[in-house]
């Protein structure tokens, strides 16, 4: 597999300004010469968007054609009202394109609360024909919100190609972030097995980073197949776990306000759900992300979010903790000869490992966080206004 930027045969897209946001693109187009086999992920937060549940519905079939996303407004506790809205834009893209609106994934990313200016968008659409485009660049800009930059990722797989497209830099703690990624791909995909793809995919990637420990009310992921070119099935599942690992690695480097990476394994837990809490309770702590970014080799507070994961089987006698290759604690003592060394290991590199032995089992889990920064609190301090 090598990585190349090109469109997978049989997609074209589109992205502008409607009116959401005060000046930037905000809304978003995905269309497909023809009907994909298709599959999806979705939030599991309870307080979801309007798009979430007719996502759902409109997937089931594992059928997709198109995908729109309004970008600045989440659409979220907005009720019946909402609900119409988003159907309003689905029955003037199905008249547009002469596509089944049961075929098109809504999404909607941006401040929970507020209803859709629907009627700028419907008189956009009634007054401009949209022109579809190969090149995914405006797409890619008009799903952003607090994003620094686009986070696109292609690679070949044999003749076909695969292309991943993602956005989101906070609020985010998948769980199946305001995260949405679209993959495509023009190779074949059978129906029926779509959806396991995409689940194993994103289980090893979105589903093991954090930013701030929040699920989304608006998480989605899709991948949709246009299938013009053969692909071994074991290739296909390989190219889309490493693109869905390099787009969950995007949103973390571009997390809010963030200066370091943390990538942390815990290594032979009783079982991978052991290891992924245990990894994800230090990712998510407050205090060692503060740290982090303080560059501050306080393990203290690693062993605190080990102690406190719920379940979790270990002998604090036998764990040890490195940051990088240096041991900070082993045998129930404290390694004191590395402090000043870890600190400037932290302060040195944007990217920390961290390793957790438990020394309990066999199963090991890496997962992907960030610091917590006085730049994140800006941001999210003002969103809203």
């Known amino acids: 597999m090598k990585e190349y930027e090109v469109t997978p045969k049989g997609f074209k897209f589109y992205g502008t300004h409607v009116g959401i946001k005060k000046k930037r693109k905000d809304f978003g187009l995905i269309v497909a010469d023809n009907v994909c086999h298709a599959a999806a992920v979705f939030t599991k937060n ?61 999404s909607s990313t941006g401040v929970i609360g507020p209803q859709l200016p629907i009627d700028s968008i419907e008189n956009f659409l009634d007054a401009e024909s949209i ?8 797409f890619a800009h008009a799903i952003l919100t607090t994003d620094q930059r686009i ?23 998948p769980n199946m972030a305001t995260m949405l990624a679209y993959i495509l791909t023009d190779a074949k995909v059978a129906k029926q097995e779509i959806y396991p793809m995409l689940k194993i995919a994103v289980d090893q990637s979105f589903n093991t980073i954090s930013i701030d420990t929040d699920t989304s009310t608006s998480d989605t992921v899709a991948f949709l197949a246009s299938g013009h070119h ?46 992924k809490n245990a990894g994800k309770s230090i990712i998510n702590s407050p205090l060692v992300k503060t740290a982090l970014f303080g560059h501050d080799p306080n393990w203290g507070r690693i062993a605190m979010a080990l102690g406190k994961t719920e379940g979790l089987v270990f002998d604090q006698n036998n764990v040890e903790i490195y940051y990088g290759h240096y041991p900070i604690f082993s ?22 490992y961290l390793t957790i032995d438990l020394h309990q089992g066999k199963e090991t889990v890496e997962v992907i966080g960030c610091d917590l920064s006085y730049e994140y609190v800006k941001i999210n301090s003002d969103y809203s206004t």
């Not at 970008?71 to 119409?84: H, L, P």
């Not at 003037?92 to 596509?99: A, E, G, R, Y």
């Not at 022109?131 to 405006?138: A, I, M, S, V, W």
């Not at 129930?332 to 040195?348: H, R, W």
């Open 151 to 173: 986070k696109v990722r292609s690679l070949s797989v044999g003749d076909a190609t695969i292309l991943g497209i993602v956005k989101g830099s906070g609020m985010i703690e």
């Open 230 to 275: 053969e692909v071994e099935n074991t290739e296909m599942q390989s190219a889309l776990n490493q693109i869905c690992k390099e787009l969950a690695l995007d949103i973390v480097k571009d997390a809010e306000g963030a200066t370091k990476t943390m990538f942390v394994t815990v290594k032979n837990a009783e079982n991978k759900e052991q290891a």
């Open 331 to 352: 045998k129930n003592n404290e390694e004191k000869q590395n402090i000043n060394k870890i600190a400037e290991y932290i302060k040195q590199n944007e990217d920390i």
């Open 131 to 138: 022109d579809l485009q190969e090149n995914y660049e405006d």
């Open 46 to 106: 309870t307080f979801c968007g309007e798009c979430i549940s007719i996502g759902k519905e409109h997937v089931k079939n594992a059928e997709l054609q198109a995908v729109v996303v309004t970008s600045g407004i989440a659409n979220v506790a907005t009720g019946k009202i909402g609900r119409e809205n988003e159907y309003k834009i689905l029955d003037k893209l199905s008249k547009q394109f002469t596509i089944k609106k049961e075929n098109i994934l809504p």
